[in-house]
């Protein structure tokens, strides 16, 4: 048996040789390539009762989403706040802050009513230094009033022990005032009192003979001036 050998192309373009043909390949459809199917959903297991229930099943599943979902949500919150003292922890937090302020608040309390106290022991010891001050004036016055007359009296108790002779005497400087009487002197006894050391107004002018004693009243601001009459003493 002999084989036909193929056409060769010189037959295929004389037309000695009739070739089916081929369609030329296209680019203007591009593959369809189909979605892949989902899974399908794990059916849930019924209830040994399902069949007899009906719609328990449905029930159970539900439950057990519920409860999926919970635990998610817990977990979630859990794992934010392992130990679940966020909101204790603000709650303590708010409550010692209130209670600092209101420590605080008292303390300030406290410190101005002190204050205040304070002030006004201030004003009381102020007003009793001023009249301690006052009082301490007046006793020195007092103080010097009672020296001068002290100082007075003994000089007029010295006056008043002084004895005098001739010559002039200021009442009240060099002899006290009043009532002066002589021991006697001389045959010539004199004595006036002037208004005046030099001169002056006279007041009392007298004499006695015979060395008698005299007697003579004087007052202050007069002088008194005499001759021949011995001693003169107060009293």
């Known amino acids: 048996m002999?084989?036909?050998?193929?056409?060769?192309?010189?037959?295929?373009?004389?037309?000695?040789?009739?070739?089916?043909?081929k369609p030329l390949p296209t680019y203007d459809d591009e593959p369809v390539t189909q979605p892949l199917a989902a899974a399908p959903a794990a059916a849930p297991v019924p209830a040994p009762d399902q069949e007899a229930h009906g719609g328990s099943g449905r029930t159970v599943a539900a439950v057990?989403?519920?409860?999926l979902v919970a635990?998610?949500?817990?977990?979630?919150?859990?794992?934010?706040?392992?130990?679940?003292l966020q909101d204790d922890d603000s709650d303590l937090r708010a409550a010692e802050l209130s209670s600092r302020d209101a420590d605080?608040?008292?303390?300030?309390?406290?410190?101005?009513?002190?204050?205040?106290?304070?002030?006004?022991?201030?004003r009381k010891l102020r007003k009793r230094?001023?009249?301690?001050t006052a009082r301490a004036k007046a006793l020195d016055g007092r103080a010097a009033a009672v020296q001068a007359a002290e100082q007075a009296l003994a000089e007029q108790e010295a006056l008043a022990d002084s004895v005098v002779g001739d010559g002039v005497f200021e009442v009240g400087v060099d002899v006290a005032p009043g009532t002066w009487t002589s021991s006697g002197g001389s045959d010539s006894c004199t004595w006036v009192v002037r208004t005046a050391e030099d001169g002056g107004d006279v007041v009392t002018e007298e004499s006695v003979a015979g060395g008698a004693a005299a007697e003579v009243t004087l007052a202050d601001d007069l002088f008194f001036e005499t001759s021949g009459c011995g001693d003169w003493s107060l009293g």
């Open 2 to 21: 002999t084989e036909t050998p193929p056409p060769s192309w010189r037959d295929v373009a004389n037309g000695r040789f009739e070739v089916d043909p």
């Open 64 to 67: 057990l989403v519920t409860a």
């Open 71 to 84: 635990g998610g949500a817990g977990f979630a919150v859990g794992t934010l706040d392992p130990l679940g």
């Open 104 to 122: 605080l608040a008292g303390r300030e309390q406290a410190l101005t009513e002190e204050q205040q106290e304070l002030a006004k022991a201030q």
């Open 129 to 132: 230094e001023r009249k301690a």
